[in-house]
């Protein structure tokens, strides 16, 4: 029922072709770094792609902010759609309260409203944690 894409850009007006194919009803931005600016003049011309990708989720759209990332939680400005932030900040909306190491993985503690609850998750890194926040909040909204 549901296609999944990653999205990128490395050169200005890619996110607006893209988006000349598709129209996606729900956006996740996890992270926007400077390994593709060579072809932006500055970091600002960068975040515009994602500007643009986030303004076309329409006001019955999701988009999943990463809270924790400054440039990223930017985007949440003047949008028609729901947003939903997620991370290890405190005013985010899906929170990683705290993970621990395991021999087979990690454990995290999300916290939503009033939902807690810790999970067991059988690979090691930070990434991993965030992936599994996402994939819980998005089951959340999209039904």
Not at 51 to 58: A, D, E, W
Not at 108 to 135: A, D, N, T, V
Request: charged share 30%.
């Amino acid at each position: 029922d549901y296609l999944v894409l990653e999205l990128g850009t490395s050169d200005p007006g890619d996110m607006k072709y893209l988006l000349t194919l598709i129209d996606p009803k729900i956006a996740v931005i996890t992270d926007i770094t400077q390994r593709y600016i060579e072809s932006f003049s500055d970091m600002e011309g960068l975040v515009g792609e994602y500007r643009y990708l986030v303004n076309k989720i329409s006001e019955n759209g999701f988009v999943f902010l990463n809270n924790d990332n400054s440039r990223v939680s930017s985007l949440a400005k003047d949008l028609k759609s729901e947003v939903i932030t997620f991370g290890k900040s405190k005013e985010s909306d899906w929170r990683i309260m705290e993970s621990r190491k395991i021999d087979k993985g990690q454990y995290i503690k999300i916290k939503y409203k009033e939902y807690e609850k810790e999970f067991c998750i059988p690979r090691h890194g930070e990434h991993h944690q965030y992936s599994f926040l996402i994939k819980q909040a998005i089951k959340e909204y999209v039904r």
